[in-house]
């Protein structure tokens, strides 16, 4: 009887027991690493590849101010006066921002005006839209000692779209567009020098 009794709960235990496939997997971990990297790749890499872009998008909005300021340092010493055109302006951009931009898709605006008060805001995107416009963009060269802004737009293309959630988005064509872009502005305020008048720009 006492062997009887001892057998019961050895027997009890074996078949609360999980089936032996299963405990097999029990003390296996020569899979854990592939399974936790599986699970933490997908968001490991939209995250870093959304402070790669970031910091992409920082740098081009670098140089595109690093280029407008360049070339709006000429325009107020006299460098390029007021024969300028907004293709000479753009070719002179390009010298140093070809890199990373398409100088075809680089919108420029160049306003004159009598005192700093009087000059205009670069346009934004619509909010309802989420389109820029740009046809108000004008570009008439500074005499000397003349008050003038001078704006650069680029549309920069994102391709990590949580990116775009963060900054300020513009629709590729249309509202429901799932393809993004940033809009970069570069913008220099100034007053020209009272250098030497040109004799082949407009009458000043």
């Given amino acids: 009887m006492a062997c009887l009794s001892e057998r019961a709960p ?3 235990r074996t078949l609360l027991q999980a089936p032996r496939t299963i405990r097999r997997f029990r003390d296996e971990e020569s899979g854990v690493t592939a399974v936790e990297f599986a699970i933490l790749a997908l968001p490991f890499f939209v995250l870093l590849f959304g402070i790669i872009e970031c910091s992409i998008i920082f740098f081009a909005g670098q140089m595109l101010e690093s280029s407008v300021d360049d070339v709006a340092r000429r325009i107020r ?5 007021n024969s300028l055109t907004a293709s000479d302006f753009k070719s002179e951009m390009c010298a ?10 680089i919108n420029v605006d160049l306003q004159v005006a009598a ?3 009087d000059l205009k805001d670069p346009p934004l995107p619509d ?3 989420n389109t820029t416009d740009f046809s108000n963009y004008t570009f008439t060269a500074p005499c000397p000692e003349q008050i003038a802004m001078v704006t650069a737009s680029y549309e920069w293309p994102i391709f990590t779209f949580f990116v775009s959630d963060h900054i300020y988005p513009v629709s590729a064509g249309s509202k429901n567009s799932a393809f993004k872009k940033v809009l970069l502005n570069a913008i220099a305020v100034f007053r020209t020098e009272p250098y030497p008048k040109s004799t ?3 009458a000043c």
Avoid: E, V, Y
């Fill in 200 to 202: 082949g720009g407009k």
């Fill in 127 to 129: 909010p309802d839209t």
């Fill in 10 to 12: 050895s027997r009890l």
């Fill in 96 to 105: 140093s921002a070809a890199m990373l931009f398409d100088c075809n898709k």
């Fill in 77 to 81: 010493t006299g460098q390029l006066d």
């Fill in 115 to 117: 005192t700093f008060k």
